[in-house]
């Protein structure tokens, strides 16, 4: 039976140390802030919206709320973006995205300042993943999965680590960022041939495949770590699943993040800690 690698007391301990953290900045007259900023009123980000305000409530950090209407011009848009940028009291941005097809969501991604992206989106965030330097921040998600294997004390240092997916947003960066813990990383795809037999191979198994329940037992061996990062709802089974069959992986693998209740429960503190840091490197 596999350990169960739990979001939660992760969660705990970020907390924690960013509760601490803050009450520091505060002392030295610095109030870590940020900018929520969303267009429109869609269901998704409303939902991350709440949970981002709650979990900085819970540690001191200020939030300013900044909505736009779903029909705003480009101009206004933008003009409010760089206001945001040039803000001084504002350490972190949190940029919703897509944003509504009149407004270009390129030009917005690389317009927000790389100092208060907090979300990781930009080329200067991803451009310090790859270079290892306190250049923007890492991809939420992404670090999230590697905050779980340093809580619970995986040591990635000569270990074999595979990843399963490529995307900018968990895929690539966290193949870097386990690279920068001293793994031998090999960064698989839908082009890899015969994936099972390199999965297999690997102690460390990140899995962002993005396709619901794709990933079974001819996957697996004894004695892994399989950190799950993919999230969707089964209609068949009516409830929620990832990337790894669970009730095949578990029997199997040595530990394993459960689905819900892994990765997705660290994200947002990872999100608000990021803006202490950034609060931080103002000083």
């Keep these: 039976m596999a350990e169960i690698l739990k979001g939660a007391p992760v969660t705990a301990a970020l907390n924690e140390k960013m509760t601490a953290e803050v009450a520091d900045l505060?002392?030295?007259g610095v109030v870590p802030t940020i900018a929520i900023f969303r267009v429109g009123e869609r269901d998704d980000d409303l939902s991350y919206e709440r949970g981002?305000?709650?979990r900085c409530e819970t540690v001191g950090v200020e939030v300013k709320n900044v909505v736009l209407p779903a029909d705003v011009d480009s101009e206004t848009f933008f003009k409010?973006?760089?206001?945001l940028n040039n803000n001084p009291t504002v350490h972190g941005i949190l940029m919703f995205r897509p944003l509504p097809k009149q407004l270009d969501n390129e030009k917005a991604r690389q317009m927000l300042n790389p100092a208060k992206d907090i979300d990781g989106c930009t080329d200067g965030s991803l451009a310090g993943v790859f270079t290892n330097t306190k250049v923007g921040f890492a991809p939420c998600t992404a670090q999230a999965a590697i905050e779980i294997l340093d809580y619970y004390g995986?040591?990635?240092t000569g270990k074999?680590?595979?990843v399963i997916g490529r995307s900018l947003v968990v895929?690539?960066?966290?193949s870097m960022m386990l690279m920068h813990k001293n793994a031998t990383v090999t960064t698989c795809?839908?082009?890899t041939v015969d994936m099972p037999s390199v999965t297999r191979e690997a102690d460390i198994l990140?899995?962002?495949a993005g396709q619901m329940e794709s990933i079974g037992a001819e996957y697996l061996r004894e004695g892994q770590v399989v950190v799950d990062v993919g999230i969707g709802w089964n209609e068949e089974k009516g409830k929620l699943c990832g990337d790894v069959k669970f009730d095949e992986a578990e029997p199997v693998v040595g530990a394993i993040t459960p689905v819900p209740g892994g990765v997705g429960t660290v994200t947002t503190s990872v999100l608000v800690s990021h803006v202490v840091e950034a609060a931080k490197r103002t000083l």
């Design 26 to 28: 505060r002392a030295k």
């Design 52 to 54: 981002a305000m709650k």
């Design 80 to 83: 409010t973006l760089e206001e």
């Design 154 to 156: 995986i040591d990635c």
């Design 160 to 162: 074999k680590a595979a």
């Design 171 to 174: 895929g690539r960066p966290v």
């Design 189 to 191: 795809h839908t082009k």
């Design 206 to 208: 990140i899995v962002c």
